[in-house]
Nanobody, 123 residues
Framework: QVQLAESGGGRVQAGGSLRLSCAAS????????MGWFRQDPGKEFEFVAS???????KYADFAKGRFTIERDNAKNTIELQMNSLKPEDTAVYCC?????????????????WGKGTLVIVSS
């Protein structure tokens, strides 16, 4: 049974940083791509970043230069380091597992979702 458990969300002031973590279980972690999406209430899920099984990365334009995605295959975890946070980054951030080893790029390439962790950035 695939499980994805996020942690690390919280409230931070604009310009601050947060580090999100996702603990994965129930599958061979190092053979699948992983990633992060976010959802602002009332809006659709938005791609944030992904990391393939061979460590290629992809970022949404808003995340480039501010967010960094990492994976630790020994611990079956991925993390998202978020710096220079803005109020518009406020959302529920969800860890995802891709369908294959290749990069996740949209919701269609995801087949498992975590429940999410809430990030609130105040101005």
């Amino acid at each position: 049974q695939v499980q994805l458990a996020e942690s690390g969300g919280g409230r931070v002031q604009a310009g601050g940083s947060l580090r999100l973590s996702c603990a994965a279980s129930g599958f061979t972690f190092n053979t699948f791509s992983m990633g992060w999406f976010r959802q602002d209430p009332g809006k659709e899920f938005e791609f944030v970043a992904s990391l393939s099984a061979n460590f290629n990365t992809k970022y949404a334009d808003f995340a480039k230069g501010r967010f960094t995605i990492e994976r630790d295959n020994a611990k079956n975890t991925i993390e998202l380091q978020m710096n220079s946070l803005k109020p518009e980054d406020t959302a529920v951030y969800c860890c995802v597992r891709g369908r294959y080893h290749a990069l996740v790029s949209d919701a269609a390439s995801v087949n498992y979702w975590g429940k999410g962790t809430l990030v609130i950035v105040s101005s």
